[in-house]
C-alpha cells in the first residue's frame, strides 16, 4: 500500500498544525520575552494576546509525542536510520550555507560542536525524540501486555503527580524534567497516550467540538492567570506555559481527541505531513532560531501595528512551513537513492 493509503489524514492534519504551532510558540517568549510588568498595564490588549497566542501554541511538543503514542512508535533501524539522515540533512546543509557566506565567522569547532548536536540547546527535541524512539520497544512491552495493565495506570499516576510537584509547580525541584524539555517527559506522555488508545478510553462518548471548546477553554484560562499575575507584578507566569503545566497536558489531549473526531482524506495533507518535522529543522537551527528568526520577529513588534505585525508573522509562518516541505522532498529522494544502493 502507498503511504498515502496508510495514513490518516485526520492525524497528519494534526500533524502538520502541531508544527505550524511550534512555529508560533517561537514567535513568542523567545523571540519578545517575557510580557513585563509595564506592558501589562500600559498595553493590556497586546499582553494578553500575547499570552492567548502561547496559551494555544504551547501544546505543540506534547500534541506531537502524544500522536505518537496514539499509533504506537514501531522500532528498526531503518526507521531510525531515517530519522537520523533527516535530522543530519538539514543541521549540515545549513551549516554549509553559513560556512559559505562568513566563513570566517561560522568555521570553527564551536560551530561544528552544534552541527554534531553536542551542545545543550541543539535541537533539543531530536535528543529527547531519539531516547524515546530507542525505549519504545521496552515501553510497547510493558504497555501492551494486558497484565500489566494497573501496573502501567499506577505507574502514570505516581509519574505525573511527581512531575506535577517537581517539574511543574516547583520548576528546578528536579531538573531531570526539564520543564517538560527531556526524553523523561516524553516517555510519560508517549506512556499516557498508549494507555488510553489500549484499554479503552472511549473517544465516541464526546463530539469533536466539544473537546475544541475544552481546548479553548483552558487556553484562555492560562492566558487569564498569566495576565493577571503580570498586572499584579507577580513575575512567575512563565511557568503556566511548560510543557508540564497538568492543564497544558489536558488541553494537548484534547486538541488530539478533537482531530480523531475528523474524516478527511487527502492526499495532499500525507503529503506534507510525511515531511512538516523539517519545518522544525529549518527554523529552529541554532544558527537560525535566535539570531535570524527571533530578531526578525522582534524586529517586525517593533515597526509594525498590531494587524501588519499578525499578517507579516503569517507570511513568515507559511513561507517556512512550505519552503522546509518542499526542500524535505529533497531529502527523501537523497535516502531513496541511498537505500536502493
Known amino acids: 500500500m502507498s503511504l498515502n493509503k496508510e495514513r490518516d489524514s485526520n492525524m497528519e492534519l494534526l500533524r502538520c498544525v502541531a508544527m505550524l504551532l511550534v ?3 517561537h514567535t513568542g517568549f523567545l523571540s519578545l520575552g517575557l510580557p513585563t510588568f509595564e ?3 500600559t498595553e493590556p490588549f497586546s499582553v494578553f494576546m500575547r499570552f492567548l497566542t502561547q496559551s494555544v501554541s504551547v501544546v505543540c511538543v506534547n500534541v506531537f509525542i502524544l500522536l505518537s503514542g496514539w499509533y504506537g512508535i514501531r522500532f528498526n533501524l531503518i526507521r531510525l536510520g531515517s530519522f537520523l539522515f533527516q535530522v543530519f540533512f538539514f543541521s549540515v546543509l545549513i551549516y554549509c550555507c553559513f560556512v559559505f557566506v562568513n566563513p570566517r565567522e561560522y568555521l570553527n569547532l564551536r560551530s561544528l560542536l552544534v552541527v554534531c548536536l553536542l551542545n545543550g540547546e541543539d535541537y533539543w527535541f531530536v535528543k529527547s525524540y531519539a531516547l524515546l524512539f530507542l525505549f519504545s520497544p521496552f515501553l510497547n512491552k510493558l504497555i501492551e501486555d494486558a497484565s500489566n495493565k494497573v501496573l ?7 509519574f505525573f503527580v511527581f512531575q506535577t510537584i517537581y517539574g511543574w509547580l516547583s520548576i528546578n525541584g528536579a531538573p531531570e524534567f526539564a520543564g517538560g524539555f527531556s526524553a523523561l517527559s516524553f516517555i510519560g506522555l508517549y506512556l499516557l497516550m498508549r494507555y488510553l488508545r489500549i484499554y479503552g478510553f472511549e473517544t465516541s462518548k464526546f463530539r469533536g467540538k466539544q473537546y475544541i471548546a475544552v481546548f479553548f477553554a483552558i487556553a484562555i484560562l492560562n492566558a487569564s492567570l498569566a495576565f493577571f499575575l503580570a498586572r499584579m507584578n507577580i513575575m512567575v507566569f512563565g511557568r503556566i506555559f511548560t510543557y508540564t503545566n497538568p492543564l497544558v497536558i489536558c488541553q494537548s489531549l484534547f486538541m488530539v481527541l478533537a482531530f480523531s473526531k475528523l474524516n478527511i482524506k487527502s492526499k495532499f495533507i500525507n503529503w506534507m505531513a510525511i515531511s512538516c518535522f523539517a519545518v ?3 527554523h529552529a537551527n541554532q544558527f537560525i532560531l535566535r539570531p535570524f528568526f527571533g530578531r526578525w520577529i522582534k524586529f517586525l513588534f517593533d515597526a509594525h501595528s498590531t494587524m501588519m505585525f499578525v499578517l507579516t508573522v503569517a507570511c513568515t509562518l507559511l513561507v517556512i512551513f512550505f519552503f ?4 524535505d522532498k529533497l531529502r527523501i529522494y537523497s535516502w ?4 536502493r544502493n
Not at 502501567?152 to 505516581?158: A, E, S, T
Open 336 to 339: 531513496k537513492k541511498i537505500t
Open 324 to 327: 522546509s516541505i518542499l526542500l
Open 23 to 25: 512555529v508560533l510558540v
Open 152 to 158: 502501567v495506570k499506577h505507574i502514570l499516576i505516581v
Open 280 to 282: 522544525y529543522l529549518t
Open 39 to 41: 506592558e501589562a498595564n
